[in-house]
């Protein structure tokens, strides 16, 4: 099979799709008040971390929270039954039910436990909320803002002008020679064997792929090619997209690490990638040469798919 067919061979788990995210509720008080009643509420503490219990996000009675909307709530969506699913920043509370056993999860801890509703109703309700903590004044003239549209946007209550969540895009990149290798990357400030792809923010007026381009020459002094998009993942830490390619380089060009960012780069064989895989990630104690990304990551979803191709 040619390398231009690689794909991702699964979806990553921060971009799952399983909640209606009923967007045009956003503007109808009316609705999203009568709704409120029979509504599910996440609550998200001040670390962003959540409820989990058996694979899924811990959802509580809204009503019990007040018997309307509060300002500093958001509206997530529309659950598959119908009730409307909101998000509020605030302390964790036990589950209703004391049969079932939850445990406190962070974002970046969740790997592939959860459903694909609740990573949906998870990743939208971080980013949201941290852009709320971040944007209680006007990026326009410093005013002070409330929050509008659900929680979708925030305004001047003086002049009405609206601001909407604001997302950073950066590119991720597995560069590989059109064969049986791979460049894996090790910034200086990860600890020792910790390696895993290039990436790097879009600057102004640039495109996806000279995004890609610059990033890969700037931070190991590799010259890409054939720069292909393979699909891309929220990363809301605080505000990221992350968007995900693979390009070719070749093997014989010398490294070279010019903004000091990347300690230590090399070529990785396929077999070499899938003993790693198998043995450890980031997280793991295992005494294995290379650790990789966490399941919770775009990153480590393109690794298992160049890792699985042939």
Request: aromatic share 8%; hydrophobic share 45%.
């Amino acid at each position: 099979m040619a390398i231009a067919d690689f794909q991702l061979r699964n979806v990553p788990l921060l971009s799952r799709v399983g909640a209606d995210r009923a967007d045009q509720l956003r503007t109808d008080v009316e609705a999203a008040t009568a709704g409120w009643a029979d509504a599910a509420l996440l609550r998200v503490d001040s670390r962003s971390q959540v409820l989990i219990a058996d694979g899924r996000v811990v959802l509580g009675a809204a009503a019990k929270l007040a018997d309307k909307p509060p300002p500093e709530a958001v509206f997530l969506g529309r659950l598959d039954d119908g009730r409307h699913v909101w998000a509020i920043r605030g302390a964790l509370e036990a589950p209703e039910d004391p049969g079932v056993r939850a445990e406190v999860v962070n974002l970046r801890g969740l790997g592939s436990i959860l459903d694909d509703t609740s990573s949906q109703l998870v990743s939208c309700a971080v980013a949201l909320l941290n852009w709320h903590d971040s944007a209680r004044f006007s990026s326009v003239d410093g005013s002070p803002t409330r929050p509008a549209r659900a929680g979708w946007a925030r305004v001047n209550p003086v002049t009405g002008h609206e601001e909407f969540p604001r997302i950073d895009p950066a590119v991720i990149c597995l560069v590989h020679d059109g064969g049986d290798r791979a460049v894996l990357a090790r910034q200086a400030v990860w600890p020792e064997r910790m390696f895993s792809l290039l990436a790097g923010f879009v600057e102004a007026g640039e495109s996806f792929e000279g995004c890609v381009a610059r990033e890969i020459r700037e931070e190991i002094g590799l010259t890409v090619r054939d720069v292909r998009y393979l699909g891309s993942q929220p990363w809301p830490f605080p505000r990221s997209l992350m968007v995900g390619f693979h390009a070719v380089a070749d093997p014989g060009e010398d490294f070279s690490f010019n903004d000091g960012e990347i300690a230590e780069a090399a070529w990785f064989t396929r077999d070499e990638v899938r003993t790693a895989l198998a043995a450890a990630d980031w997280s793991s104690s295992a005494d294995s040469k290379l650790l990789l990304p966490g399941s919770i990551s775009i990153a480590r979803v393109i690794i298992e798919s160049w890792a699985a191709f042939d």
